[in-house]
């Protein structure tokens, strides 16, 4: 092998193309699952009340407390505390006691969409549908990026 840099360069690229895509495929549902709200919606924090849990044959999807206007009363200051199953659950690993970025809708409090999760242990990622959206743009650029490069 006269060039082993291009084998190393090319299988780099490959890697982060890879891994660029494997990111885009589970953060673009993740986004769209934001839409769900169906509204720009406001944004407020809270925390996972109960996670997930099963019953015999019935399976409790997780709910967050979080605090917002009284339903019908958008302009009221948010002292109505809800404690609702986010209608985007099933995008986010959600556990008791972890703290989320929610929105909601100002027409209905009690619709909520969850936009960020952090867990406070240490060493946990926090969660960002976008954030990971960013992230899979940046590995697959940059894997074409050196892929192309390692030819010129």
């Keep these: ?5 291009l084998t190393i360069t090319l299988v780099m690229a490959a890697g982060a193309l890879a891994l660029g895509i494997a990111i885009l495929r589970t953060a673009l549902p993740q986004r769209r699952a934001l839409g769900r709200l169906g509204v720009r ?5 809270g925390e996972v009340a109960r996670g997930a849990r099963r019953e015999g ?3 409790h999807p997780p709910q967050v407390r979080y605090q917002a206007p ?3 009363r958008p302009d009221a200051p948010p002292t109505q505390t809800y404690r609702r199953t986010p209608l985007n659950h099933e995008s986010h690993p959600l556990h008791a006691g972890i703290p989320v970025v ?7 409090p ?4 969850v936009v960020h999760t952090k867990d406070g242990r240490p060493g946990m990622v926090s969660y960002s549908a976008t954030a990971n ?5 940046f590995f697959v650029l940059f894997g074409v990026a050196v892929g192309v490069g390692a030819f010129l």
Aim: proline content about 9%.
């Design 70 to 72: 009284p339903v019908g």
């Design 102 to 108: 929610l929105r909601y809708d100002p027409a209905d």
């Design 57 to 59: 044959q019935t399976v």
């Design 41 to 45: 919606g406001v944004r407020t924090r």
């Design 1 to 5: 092998m006269d060039q082993p840099w």
């Design 133 to 137: 959206l960013t992230w899979g743009i």
């Design 110 to 113: 009690r619709r909520v969409v």
